[in-house]
Nanobody
Framework: QVQLVESGGGLVQPGGSLRLSCTASGSISSINAMGWYRQAPGKQRELVAQITSGASTTILDSVKGRFTISRDNAKNTIYLQMNSLKPEDTAVYSC???????????WGQGTQVTVSS
């Protein structure tokens, strides 16, 4: 089992920045990748960014150049640095950990990001 705890969401003005954090505990060694999904009201959930155990990253095209995913292995934590935020970035952001050996994904509780003036 893997447990995920997220933090860092909130309200920010357009053009502002936020950093989301997701800390994993439990069966850390079973995790193959971690990432962030988001879901806005009335829209499908989408993968925003992902980082693998080999440090390969994937970033959603619409946030490239503005968002960066990184990790601190010593803290079992990944980060999503979000700059130049736009109102269309408003969504619930959820952390996910993928475990191939366990055959399942683990999810955090989600954190609200609201970009509004």
């Amino acid at each position: 089992q893997v447990q995920l705890v997220e933090s860092g969401g909130g309200l920010v003005q357009p053009g502002g920045s936020l950093r989301l954090s997701c800390t994993a505990s439990g069966s850390i060694s079973s995790i193959n990748a971690m990432g962030w999904y988001r879901q806005a009201p009335g829209k499908q959930r989408e993968l925003v960014a992902q980082i693998t155990s080999g440090a390969s990253t994937t970033i959603l095209d619409s946030v490239k150049g503005r968002f960066t995913i990184s990790r601190d292995n010593a803290k079992n934590t990944i980060y999503l640095q979000m700059n130049s935020l736009k109102p269309e970035d408003t969504a619930v952001y959820s952390c996910v950990a993928v475990s191939i050996v366990a055959g399942q994904d683990y999810w955090g509780q989600g954190t609200q990001v609201t970009v509004s003036s």
